[in-house]
């Protein structure tokens, strides 16, 4: 009950610090709202537990490493992923908690099973999660995954929507079909008591709207896609008893109605807003364009996740 109590008031505090509001909202201020506001939640009761040592294990892509461009445009690690940041909620109320990150920039579901991009001991990260869940039965407490946007990442650059749509389309399948084997793997290893929860996807596509006509179809398109894309994800995390972290709805990714003013770009419907204040999609070069997340759009993926935790 008390942990429980300790994460509903570190969401609801993230919560009203990650809002976006039709008043000018600019990151700095964004980020300086949701750091007073961890600070506040932070002091919220801890759950006394004894220092028995448990694990959180992040699996996933860049996002589960928190990439972020660095000032030269180069896509690096940072300790300011989701992971990180859902770690330091959790280790309030379970000071023995480690966090454990597998992770891969660039991963995708055939590389997540058959390895390809990192370099791992038991030759991909899916064996190495195996390996590392049956060195610490019992011992594991949570399990986080995001994996499947770099899927169909290599049709989305298509020039003509149309090809977008068809290519996207065809790899559904194939992703699907992996992400069963991942999460049948993963379960089988884990045991039916591990929380595990994934992740569904924002859509940094969005950022196209701000390119005229051609650019608000491209990004309505888009968002039509990975509405069912996540629907498909979303199914397979749920059947292997895992929750879902709404990263899509944190992102306000399907509200084109509302209307957000973004100082330096102007008013935007409120999901192009998210992602341009969320991401480095709107940056200008060198670090941007860029779909990973900044800081506090780490931050709102971890209260997804904190959010699907406590519910």
């Not at 003509?160 to 996207?168: E, P, R, Y």
């Not at 491209?218 to 896609?225: D, G, P, T, V, Y």
């Amino acid at each position: 009950m008390r942990r429980t109590a300790t994460l509903a008031a570190l969401a609801t505090a993230v919560v009203a610090a990650t809002t976006l509001t039709t008043a000018a909202t600019t990151p700095a201020s964004t980020a300086a709202t949701a750091t007073a506001t961890l600070a506040s939640a932070a002091r919220a009761p801890a759950r006394h537990t004894s220092p028995r040592t448990s694990y959180y294990l992040a699996l996933g892509d860049s996002l589960s490493r928190g990439v972020q461009p660095d000032p030269a445009g180069a896509s690096l690690p940072t300790q300011q992923g989701y992971p990180n940041q859902l770690y330091a909620a959790l280790h309030l109320g379970d000071p023995g908690l480690r966090l454990v990150k597998l992770g891969c920039s660039g991963e995708t579901t055939h590389t997540m099973i058959d390895g390809g991009i990192c370099s791992y001991p038991a030759g991909s990260q899916l064996a190495e999660a195996v390996r590392f869940l049956r060195a610490h039965r019992g011992q594991v407490s949570l399990i986080t995954i995001d994996i499947g946007a770099n899927d169909p990442d290599s049709c989305i650059s298509r020039p003509s929507i149309g090809a977008v749509a068809s290519c996207v389309t065809k790899s559904f399948p194939e992703t699907v079909a992996n992400l069963t084997k991942i999460m049948s793997t993963i379960r089988g290893a884990a045991g039916r008591q591990v929380r595990i929860i994934g992740m569904n996807y924002y859509v940094p596509a969005l950022a196209e709207w701000r390119n005229g006509f051609a650019g608000q179809e491209l990004a309505r398109l888009s968002e039509r896609l990975v509405v069912v894309y996540n629907g498909l994800l979303d199914s397979v995390y749920q059947q292997f008893g895992a929750r879902v972290a709404n990263v899509f709805g944190a992102f306000h990714s399907g509200d084109f109605t509302d209307q957000v003013r973004v100082p330096g770009i102007g008013t935007l419907p409120r999901n192009v807003a998210a992602v341009c204040l969320w991401t480095w999609e709107c940056a200008p070069a060198p670090r941007g364009p860029n779909e990973h997340a900044r800081a506090i759009g780490y931050g709102v993926i971890a209260l997804a996740f904190l959010l699907a935790d406590v519910g």
